[in-house]
């Protein structure tokens, strides 16, 4: 599958979808307090897709060599890295939760997502992953511009994180995505400056940096064939976007009026 590039319309359909993602997550985010689960997050997730008229992207999704995804969203709690499956488990004080939201709007558009909560007052180690994690993304998406490379991305993300002492996962990217959930290019969260793929005005895809505290092995959860958590049980955290390559530089198109306020070298969520 090669790179596709968007055009005028698809861009305002891939805003909608984006944007309606981001309002999943404003939904849910005042529920999520200690003695929720994640399958009443997930209900909450399924009740607004519902009154948007958009559905889950995840409930069903089944990539070659995986069971059937059985939710609406994907919850990962503490030191599961990604694609952790919603259970009746309260969550308790001093959790941190990423909750990954995909929509898919009625003309057939995804818009991908993801954020980090805590829970109740956490550990200064939690919220300081949490913190540079946010950060790493962004450190990413100020990489995008016309002529950049997706090597760029990656370097920018991964010297960020090592320089705070954090691992970066290599085994999950982030995707194009339009009219399909994955697309090319795979966008790594490491890598050398000046390589890959170059960038181009009409590019869509996810930037989404998993990081952990400790080291960056990863390995599988019992035999659901989706949960992942670090090897050594350290705390992980994620945060996603879908990002627009403009003529100028990038659009973040996963914006609501929830949205956690930027971080303060960032000046502006459209270049």
């Known amino acids: 599958m090669s790179i596709t590039i968007k055009t005028a319309a698809d861009i305002a359909a891939m805003r909608e979808a984006c944007r309606l993602a981001s ?5 849910i985010a005042p529920h999520i307090q200690p003695g929720i689960t994640t399958l009443e997050i997930d209900r909450l997730g399924a009740e607004c897709m519902a009154r948007q008229g958009t559905r889950s992207a995840t409930v069903g999704y089944q ?7 059985p939710a609406s969203l994907c919850t990962s709690v ?21 909750v990954d939201v995909t929509v898919i709007t009625q003309d057939g558009w995804y ?32 990489q ?3 002529g950049a490379k997706l090597g760029d991305i990656g370097h920018a993300i991964q010297k960020f994180a090592e320089g705070h002492g954090l691992s970066v996962v290599r085994e999950f990217c982030g995707h194009g995505i339009g009219k399909n959930f994955h697309e090319e290019p795979q966008v790594l969260h490491y890598g050398r400056p000046g390589t890959l793929e170059e960038l ?54 996963t914006l609501s009026a929830g949205y956690p306020a930027l971080p303060d070298f960032v000046h502006a969520t459209t270049t």
């Not at 990539?63 to 995804?69: A, D, F, S, V």
């Not at 994620?238 to 973040?252: D, K």
Request: glycine share 10%.
């Open 23 to 27: 309002e999943v997550l404003d939904y």
């Open 63 to 69: 990539p070659p060599g995986y069971p059937p995804y």
């Open 78 to 98: 503490n030191h599961v890295v990604c694609h952790g499956i919603p259970n009746d488990k309260p969550l308790k004080k001093g959790d941190i939760v990423n």
């Open 111 to 142: 818009g991908d997502n993801s954020r980090m909560y805590l829970i109740g007052e956490c550990s200064v180690a939690a919220k300081r992953l949490c913190a540079l994690t946010y950060e790493a993304m962004w450190h990413g998406i100020l």
């Open 144 to 146: 995008v511009k016309p």
């Open 200 to 253: 181009k005005p009409g590019m869509i895809f996810t930037i989404e940096p998993m990081l952990n505290v400790g080291r960056r092995e990863i390995k599988e959860l019992g035999n659901d064939g989706w949960t992942i958590i670090t090897k050594d049980r350290s705390l992980s955290a994620q945060w996603e976007h879908t990002v627009l390559v403009t003529p100028t530089g990038y659009e973040v198109l």
